[in-house]
């Protein structure tokens, strides 16, 4: 088993055995002030950026949170730098695109947190890609990482929120799956199937009290939004991590169904969407 688990800083009182609890404990839409109704959350991506940043939050308000991603030893700084707070956080190394590996590791940090009512699929791989360049390696490992690992995860996430009938599922999407941009065929597309994916399974499981809540950022700023720059692109008005955590936090608590982080993307997507053809092929966004 590849996780870690000898670094979690203390163990939460009320972690262990009690499945629905959460979900019969009143709403709160306060997230960084008052203590949440999800008592057990995991993160994929919480190594850096804005997965890191919903980990901080969650067990700053008593969630005990799985942090997932590759880099085991950010993940483990992670944990011991909330060693003070009032969840404890679980370090785990994987990489999602090891499709193989997820029932029974997600089975493994399960019983680990004592149940699950909170998952966030944040990890995301956005490689650059030159105007020219039709890299098909680079685009599916794109894909295995943004769109596959998250069908492997929330899969199984799904099953068992079924099974409890109560779970709230998050999905970090992006405003870049709104329209097929010229710059970055892939990502996009991993993206907008990401929305897809998201929406037929909010359909699926509406009828189990189970939610699903796609979050579309637009700027963060990140080690992503970094690596677009170091290539060049301009790019202004980005939100912290901990902007877009609280607020994704907030969605998902409302059981939002759609929602773009920070709110302004929502008039941008409106506008991009309706750009007709003719005119967007000329564009360079
Ligand atoms: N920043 C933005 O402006 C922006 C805008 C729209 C959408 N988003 C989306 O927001 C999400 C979070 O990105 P971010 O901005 O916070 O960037 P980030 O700091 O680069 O975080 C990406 C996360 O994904 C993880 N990851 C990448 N490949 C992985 C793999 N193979 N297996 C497991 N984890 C993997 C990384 O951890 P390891 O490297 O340790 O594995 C890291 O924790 C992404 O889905 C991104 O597409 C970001």
Redo the contacts with the bound molecule.
């Keep these: 088993m590849s996780h870690a688990t000898e670094s979690a800083p203390h163990a939460h009182p009320e972690a262990a055995g009690d499945q629905h609890a959460a979900a019969h404990e009143p709403r709160d839409s306060t997230p960084s002030t008052k203590r949440a109704r999800e008592r057990r959350a995991i993160v994929v ?7 890191e940043a919903l980990v901080r939050q969650l067990c700053a308000e008593g969630v005990d949170v799985v942090a997932l ?3 085991r030893e ?1 993940l483990e700084e992670l944990a011991l730098s909330c060693g003070g707070s009032a969840g404890r956080v679980i370090p785990c190394a ?4 090891d499709f193989a590996a997820v029932p029974q590791l997600f089975e493994a940090l399960v019983r680990e947190l004592g149940g699950l009512d909170l998952f966030v699929f ?5 490689t650059e890609v030159g105007p020219n360049e039709f890299d098909t390696a680079k685009d599916l490992e794109m894909l295995a ?2 769109l596959g ?1 998250c069908v492997a995860w929330t899969n199984e996430v799904a099953k068992l929120f079924r099974t409890q009938r109560s779970g709230v599922i998050v999905g ?1 999407s ?3 799956g709104e329209r097929g941009r010229k710059g970055n065929p892939v990502y996009g597309t991993s993206k907008a199937a990401m929305n897809h994916y998201l929406e037929a399974l909010r359909n699926r499981l509406a009828d189990f009290d189970v939610h699903v809540c796609t979050i579309k ?4 700023e ?4 970094a690596a677009a720059r170091a290539q060049g692109r301009s790019i202004k008005g ?1 939100i912290t ?1 901990e902007a877009a955590a609280k607020s994704i936090l907030r969605a998902a608590r409302a059981r939002r169904n759609e929602v773009f982080v920070p709110f302004k993307w929502t008039l941008v997507a409106a506008v991009i969407r309706n750009i007709p053809s003719f005119l967007f092929k000329g564009m360079n966004i």
Excluded at 94 to 97: A, T
């Design positions: 991506g919480a190594s850096s950026g804005i997965g991603a590759r880099r950010r994987h990489d999602v695109s944040a990890s995301g791989l956005m990482v943004n690992g970090i992006s405003i870049a950022p637009g700027f963060v990140t080690a992503m939004l980005a991590p």
